[in-house]
């Protein structure tokens, strides 16, 4: 009988630690999709970031004592082409991402420097969906507040 107990426990313990993975994978998949998007940044690479951003995707910009500036995606990835191989940098950190079946969205502050020089830091929000080729950005919205920048 104990061993019959004892095994019951494992399968149980065994099916949560293999739900609380599954439950784990699209908040990873999500962030592979923001490093894969600062990646291809990074490398001056707006074929990759095409694949990642849909193609009707807003890009607001939010900045201290200035309207929205809304614009799109296209725009930005159009500017990256212009980029040689990391002359942008753009880092992601403390990032928070929820998800509710095919809609996610991501919390994240950055700092950008160009050329080498800390240039702005904000954060980042993404909303994604996920379509039959894997999750996509929908929408982004940023905010820039170069003064509130630490030194590195």
């Not at 149980?12 to 962030?31: G, I």
């Not at 379509?131 to 820039?144: E, F, R, S």
Request: charged content about 20%.
């Amino acid at each position: 009988m104990i061993q019959k107990l004892i095994t019951l426990l494992m399968i149980m313990a065994m099916s949560s630690v293999a739900y609380a993975t599954e439950a784990v994978l699209p908040e990873k998949d999500v962030r592979l999709v923001l490093d894969q998007i600062f990646d291809a940044m990074r490398a001056g690479d707006s074929a990759t970031l095409k694949t990642l951003i849909l193609p009707e995707a807003l890009l607001d910009r939010i900045a201290p004592n200035k309207p929205v500036h809304h614009g799109t995606a296209s725009d930005w990835i159009g500017w990256v082409d212009t980029l040689k191989p990391g002359q942008a940098d753009e880092q992601i950190f403390d990032v928070v991402i929820n998800v509710e079946g095919p809609l996610a969205t991501a919390w994240a502050p950055f700092t950008i420097a160009i050329d080498g020089v800390l240039k702005s830091c904000g954060v980042n929000h993404f909303t994604l969906v996920k379509m039959d080729g894997g999750w996509k950005v929908a929408y982004l919205i940023d905010t820039h507040t170069p003064e509130k920048c630490s030194p590195e």
